[in-house]
Each structure stands twice: as C-alpha cells, then as structure tokens.
C-alpha cells in the first residue's frame, strides 16, 4: 500500500532530484554543457488531462522555466484508435488555464512518421530490425522467462528480406497483425522490455490527422526518442513506469544516428485517495454514465476540476508542494483541497446563500420597510470594497437554524432564545409555524432595533450568529453538492472491480436555494464563499442568466491535518 502523503503546512517546495541532475548536466563537461534546456510535455491524444498530468505539466513546464529554456508541446498520436482532435483542443485549453505556453513550438509526432519509416529502414539495414510473423499470442508463448530466453524463428532473416516485407508492410500488402518489425536487441536479456521489442505494428485505423495514408504505425518505445531527438530535447521527462523502458530508450538514440541525444529522467506519478487516473477507468466512467461527461465536477480531470471551482493557482500550488519523488506514494485528497481553501480564502468575494430555507418572520418589524446595508465583500482584500444588501420584515433561514427543542450547546434559534443575524440586528426567538405532517415551515422572532450592525448598548453577549436571505430580494438558484466519487480511498488498488466502489452518494442536488440579488450578474468561473457553509463557484456550463446554478468547490471546515513539526 502507498504512504499517504501529507506535506506540512507553509513547508517548503521539498528538494528536486530532476533539477539536481541538470545542474550536473549543464557544469563545464557535463552532458549538456553550453546548451540551453529543453523539454517537452507529451500528452498522448486520447483522453483529457487530469490532475496526474497537471503534475507533470508542471515539472516539464516549471523546470524549464527555472533554467531559463523551453518546452515544446507534442501531441504523441501514434495510436490511431482512441485519438481524436476533440482531445487535442482540450489538452491544448488545459495548459493554457494552468498558465503555461509554447509558443509556436507545437508539434506531433505524426508530423515523423516519414523520418521514423526511414529510420526503421536504416536499422533493417544494419542488422539491427527485422520483421517477424509470430502472431501475439505466439509472441507470448515465445517470451521466455528469467531462466529461458525469448525465441522468434524470423530474427537471423536476411536485412534484404526484410527490408522488402517491411516496404510491402507500409503498401497495405499485408492484414493487421500479419507481421511485426522488430529490434535486435537481446532476446536473453533480463530487461524483457529489450527482448527484441515490436517497434512497428500494422494497423488499419484510420488516422485524425493522416487519414489514411498510413496502415503502419511505430509503437511509443521507438517513437518517442525519435521525436525527442527531432526537435533537440535536452531532457526527456517522464512517469516512473518508463525506468524499464529507458535501455531501450538509450539504445534507439545510439542507432538511429540523430541529431542529439537526449537523456531521460523518471519521477513518480501522483495519485490521490478516492479516485482513479487511468484514462481506460475515466473513459468508462463516462461512457457508463457514471459521470454527466469528462467535465464533471466529480471527476480528476482538468476539466472536471475546473468546472468544480479549483483554481489555476490553486493546482499549480499543489504540484509544487508535493514535491517530485522517485518513490510512488498517494497524496491526501485532503491537501489538494486544503491548498484550494487556501486560494479562496485569499480572494473569494463573501456572499450570503441559503441552501435549505425557511422562512424567518420578524413580528415587530413594519410590513412595508426595506433597510439597506454595507457589507465588505472580502474581509482579506479591503480593494474588493462593499456591496449593498437589503433586509426586510421576511427573510429566508437555514432549516438546521432553528431547533424547537434544542440540543445541549445548540446556540441558535429556539423559542427564547437569541441571536444575531448577520450584520445587521439581535432577534429573539419567538415561536413557529408547522404544516400537517408537523414539518417547520415558518419561524417567529423579534428584532432589537438598538442592535442595528452590531451595536449592543446594554453589553448582552450573543452566543449564535446566522446567515440569511431577504425574501424580497433573493434570488432562486441550484445548488450541486459533490463529495468523493469512490467510497474505497483505493479504487484502482489490486484487482478491485472499481465500479462496484462508486459513492451512491457522491452528488445531491439542491433546488429552491436563495441567493443575494447582487449574484443575479454573477458569470462563471467566478468562485464566492457563502458565509458558514463553504465555497461555490458558478457552473460555467449550466447556469446562465435567470437559472443560477452553483457547484460546491470546498467546504469551510478543512478536513486536512499538517503534520506536527
């Protein structure tokens, strides 16, 4: 099982291996001595970027920045199955909400495949590839294991021959599976990732840039190099799941003869308790129906995250403070949360919602009179200034205000009892109103008239303050309320069926909540607090003008716990 990551509060970014290594890399005879940094983020095209890949963004990205270099943005589609331009222009609008560019330094690997064709054909020539006929699963049965080693009868094929069958490969000549280009590499080796590794395959998927002018495509192993190389990357940053794969990483650079030679750095992947990262798992949430769509606000993903309230700062605060690690670890959904508060706090405007109202009747205020007030609109940013809220006879409560029989340190509304709404007057409880089945429907105060804004002239000390909505003025809204999507904190752990795990309870929808009338402007993504019950921003794809629709981003209390220095 992973460790649970909490990093401590206001702690330093931990120390970073990567940049340590370039360093080295950039001292007089060092690898990469005199050249400037540059890396590339390499996101493959079929799905969208979820947290997992904010953090790597953010090294690739980041660490440039820090040496004063460049990072290119590829889009890794050599697998024409899954990808789609849809997934393109939503990886491409990511990266720019999380505040990193690129210039013009955008590519694909597909703009390679010619220079990878003549590249495979190069090392068909040298006796370093060859084509194969095993089928996959004659592949398998022919790996070998630790003590045996793997056997292909086609490896001593003669270059000529191959090269030719490759050729007629690339003409369409053959059906999808028929053949294989293969490395020669080792087939006793104990890396099984270099035991004559498949760097060609034949697939008839038609392509959503190439159409149909390729039916052979290169696997990532023998792509991506080849790419890195092209475009003169110093330091291939990469998930710790490619360590394995780095021999042969450094084999294709030896043998291709390219223009560089880059050098690959692998760090831990993150992963959070109670959700998944895998694209396959997120895909089926959502074609299932688990999930409205990519862009949930329950989901992982950038998108869903976005949607959710969570801030560009806010992310990019979380991938800093985890830090980069060579070992696998899973992060408390907690921190990611807490460094979301810590955003909003900061800069969210305060507003007054209910969420679950009932009416509050003041029985000696005049019918007919309105009062205004001035209220700060962000007690951290004195610039945000005050916004103007109207009080009236009849106002809206939060149900769980009032208790008729209350429990022991129950401190707000009760028959008898006192309070103060806030910023403006103390009410003293009086009674309610209840429907046939017994239900609350209306409560019964007085107000104190002295106390207007918080003046107490006798000194009295009130131990409950509420919130509230002026029944004159308040806005109808929805409001969506999210907790984790998983009940098990390791969904993807073992062989789980994660979708027996989903939380049935993962969403619950509010309607017939009141808002101030000053959010009737309000657009998305703005994020606000709403005074004792947490932060909401508006859902930048259902609500529009006359339908408010609000997402709870985080709530108030933060469940996260810093560890004790």
Known sequence: MPEIVKPAEGEETPSNFIQDYIVEDLKAGGQFEGKQVHTRFPPEPNGYLHIGHAKAVCIDFGTAEKFGGICNL??????????????????????????????????????????MYEFACRLIEKGLAYVCQLTPEQMRENRGDLTHPAVSPYRDRPKEESLELFRRMRAGEFEDGKMTLRAKIDLASGNFNMRDPVIYRINRARHHRTGDT????????????????????????????????????????????????????????????????????????????????????????????????????????????????????????????????????????????????IKLILTNYPENKTETFEVENNPNRPEDGTRTVTFSRELYIEADDFMEEPVKGYFRLFPGNEVRLKTTYIVR?????????????????????????????????????????????????????????????????????????????????????????????????????????????????????????????????????????
């Open 214 to 357: 390729w039916c052979i495509y290169p696997m990532y192993d023998f792509a991506h190099p080849i790419e890195d190389m092209l475009e003169g990357i110093t330091h291939s940053l990469c998930s710790l799941e490619f360590e394995d794969h780095r021999p042969l990483y450094d084999w294709v650079v030896d043998n291709v003869d390219g223009p560089c030679k880059p050098r690959q750095i692998e760090f831990a992947r993150l992963g959070i308790d109670h959700t998944v990262m895998s694209k396959r798992k997120l895909r089926a949430l959502v074609e299932n129906g688990h999930v409205s769509g990519w862009d949930d606000p329950r989901m992982p993903t950038l998108g869903g995250l976005r949607r959710r309230g969570y801030t560009p700062a806010s992310i990019r605060n979380f991938c800093d403070r985890i830090g980069v690690s060579k070992v696998n670890s899973t992060v408390d959904y907690g921190f990611l949360e807490h460094c979301l508060r810590e955003d909003l706090n900061l800069n969210a405007q305060r507003t007054m919602a209910v969420l679950r109202p």
């Open 74 to 115: 590829r889009m890794d589609d050599t697998n024409p199955t899954k990808e789609d331009v849809e997934y393109v222009d939503a990886i491409k609008e990511d990266i720019h909400w999380l505040g990193f560019d690129w210039d013009d330094r955008f590519y694909y690997a597909s703009e390679y495949f010619e220079k």
């Open 429 to 565: 409880c009086t009674g309610c109103k209840k429907d046939d089945d017994g239900n609350v429907v209306e409560v019964y105060a007085e107000y104190d008239p002295e106390t207007r804004g918080g003046n107490t002239p006798d000194g009295r000390k009130i131990k409950g303050t509420i919130h509230w909505a002026d029944a004159k003025t308040a806005l109808d809204a929805e409001v969506r309320l999210y907790d984790n999507l998983f009940l098990d904190p390791e969904p993807e752990a073992g062989d789980k069926d994660f979708l027996t795990l989903l939380n049935p309870n993962s969403l619950e929808i509010l309607t017939g909540c009141k808002v101030e009338r000053g959010l009737q402007d309000a657009q998305a993504p703005r994020s606000f607090q709403f005074m004792r019950l947490g932060y909401f921003c508006l859902d930048n794809k259902d609500s529009k003008p006359g339908r408010l629709v609000f997402n709870r981003s985080v709530s108030l209390k933060d469940s996260f716990k810093p560890k004790k220095k």
